[in-house]
């Protein structure tokens, strides 16, 4: 049906205007190895950093008054930035906004109340959340459509898509009016959590009183392919030609990945050639979904003729091609020819961005060259590119995995300068690997670790409790059991975790 569909899109494709959310920040932490428990290390840390630490490391019952005689002028850039590193930390990150909000001379921005309430809504805090929606409206720094876009990706991405679509139809009640852009937003946030059928309805509802553009359908066709019903995908193509709104290339794009997502290689290969014969400007993303795509399926040979058909029709390819065919090559292929492009890449020019890096790394992890992907980090600093929390799990685990638990935690440790705090992977990693060698002192290092997680704000699961707890009884640290056990008894960590 594609044939009969396909026309050649306007040369200035539209882009989505739906708001784009909060994205997660990359957090931070040093634990150093003779003590296990975390200190202020000397950095040129920048200011928001410095804060933080200062957050973390206070006691929720004095951090009013510290933050009172702190020295630190308050403006709603420095606060943002504070929230944003305090993204996994979300207990210490809302005390600090809350205490910050009796401020005698600083009020917050409404960016800083999109913050604090996109981490309430990620803790499931939903009475905090409409709480500050309320002190925004009253304060008159909104609600916006931002504010709802970032509730209703919450609850959707927590199984509540009802109560998504409901803060979109509510939100005139708030003060702000429904408009294409929200519309296109909510149906973004019901395909991209796989309520397509959900979206299809509400699609179907409101599509005449909103003036659907190509940005509504290709956000339609994106979620059939998400669950892998192209034929609806196509229908979805159909209908637009129907209404008279011309495909876009970011149409097109989107059906080719959504064959290779359904594993419809011989689809996908039909698809590209009518997009030729059709003179359709096929671009960049186009030959990097191609590379990818042929690639992740198995076919290396055809992903390589694809990157190397695209350089000879005058094509660049991009940061994010070279990354499609190096995390390409890592997994199916050779990590050392994938190292061989990304020298190519940057011999070339272009500059390796924190995807490109942990691809790199996390294939050499996979291939047991730790040391290789050690020095890849270090590299990183060339390209002004930081590790990110997940860069450092990556190595982490791996260290653990091969029983160089002291390694694994001097990467811990490095995490130190206050741009990268540790999530809760990062502790449940460390925990874990305490338990291989069976060894007195590393249960205790296990329950230090479980003592800082409770202290940053995270819930250890009560497995993760409980084996700590019994490891350290059976490993004769009964008096660290007993304080570990006194902590929760005295709520610090929450009472439904029971021996």
Known sequence: MF???????????SKASHLHLLSPPKPRFWLPSHALTTEVQPSSASEDATVAKLILESDPGSLAETLEKSPFRWTPELVDKVLKRLWNHGPKALQFFKHLDRHPTYIHSS?????????????????????LVGRMRALRHGPTPRTFAIIAERYATGGKAHRAVKVFLSMHEHGCRQDLNSFNTILDVLCKTKRVEMAHNLFKIFKGRFKCDSVSYNIMANGWCLIKRTPMA????????????????????????????????????????EMKKRKC???VVTYTTMVHGFGVAGEVKKSKRVFDEMVRAGVVPSVATYNALIQVLCKKDN????????????????????????????????????????????RMEEHDVRPSVQTYNVVIRYFCDAGEIEKGLGMFEKMGDGSCLPNLDTYNIL???MFVRKKSEDL??????????????FLPRKFTFNRV???????????????????????????HLKL
Request: proline share 2%; aromatic share 8%; hydrophobic share 45%.
């Open 3 to 13: 044939r009969r569909l396909l026309v050649k899109p306007p040369e200035l494709s």
């Open 111 to 131: 960016s800083s109340y999109e913050h604090a309430i996109d981490i309430a809504a990620r803790m499931r805090e939903y009475n905090t959340v409409w709480a």
């Open 335 to 378: 990590v050392q020819n994938a190292l061989v492009v990304f020298e190519e890449m940057v011999g070339k020019g272009l500059v390796p961005n924190l995807t490109t890096y942990n691809v790199v790394i996390r294939g050499l992890c996979h291939v047991g060259d730790m040391e290789k992907a050690v020095e890849f980090m270090g």
């Open 281 to 283: 400007e096929i671009d």
């Open 431 to 433: 925990i874990s690997a």
């Open 234 to 273: 196509l229908q979805v193509l159909k209908e637009m030609v129907e209404r008279g709104i011309n495909p876009t290339m970011v149409t097109y794009n989107t059906l080719l990945k959504g064959y290779f997502r359904s594993h419809q290689l011989r689809e996908a290969w039909e698809f590209f050639l």
């Open 444 to 457: 205790v290092v296990a329950g230090k670790l479980l003592m800082e997680m409770v202290d940053r704000g």
């Open 469 to 495: 707890l019994n490891g350290l009884l059976l490993t004769g640290n009964q008096d660290f059991a007993k304080e570990i056990l006194r902590m929760q008894k005295c709520g610090r960590v929450l009472r």
